[in-house]
Nanobody, 127 residues
Framework: QVQLVESGGGSVQAGGSLRLSCAAS????????MGWFRQAPGKEREGVAS????????YSVDSVKGRFTISQDKAKNTVYLQINALKPEDTAMYYC????????????????????WGQGTQVTVSS
């Protein structure tokens, strides 16, 4: 079993930055992909970024490219999402997810391809 705990969310003004963290624990040796998803009220959950664990190959969707950067610290079993130039439309609950197969990192990012989920951390951006 794998446990994921997100942190780093908060309320910020448009244009600000946040760094979200996802700490993984438990049996993590078979995790090949880590991803970040977000869900705004009344909307479907959408994947925004992923990273392959073995080589750290990052991916982000076009809508956030240039503002969102995913990275990992393998020694700490932690994945990060650096978010810059925040926009009100970024307001959502952000979830960390872990997948047992590398293909989960390939676009499109699909929730059902991930096996473990964190509780989420709220990001609220005001104008």
């Amino acid at each position: 079993q794998v446990q994921l705990v997100e942190s780093g969310g908060g309320s910020v003004q448009a244009g600000g930055s946040l760094r979200l963290s996802c700490a993984a624990s438990g049996v993590t040796s078979d995790i090949d992909c880590m991803g970040w998803f977000r869900q705004a009220p009344g909307k479907e959950r959408e994947g925004v970024a992923s990273i392959t664990v073995a080589v750290g190959s990052p991916y982000s969707v076009d809508s956030v490219k240039g503002r969102f950067t995913i990275s990992q610290d393998k020694a700490k079993n932690t994945v990060y999402l650096q978010i810059n130039a925040l926009k009100p439309e970024d307001t959502a609950m952000y979830y960390c997810a872990a997948g047992r197969e590398t293909w989960a990192c390939a676009p499109p990012l699909r929730s059902h391809e991930y096996n473990y989920w964190g509780q989420g951390t709220q990001v609220t951006v005001s104008s």
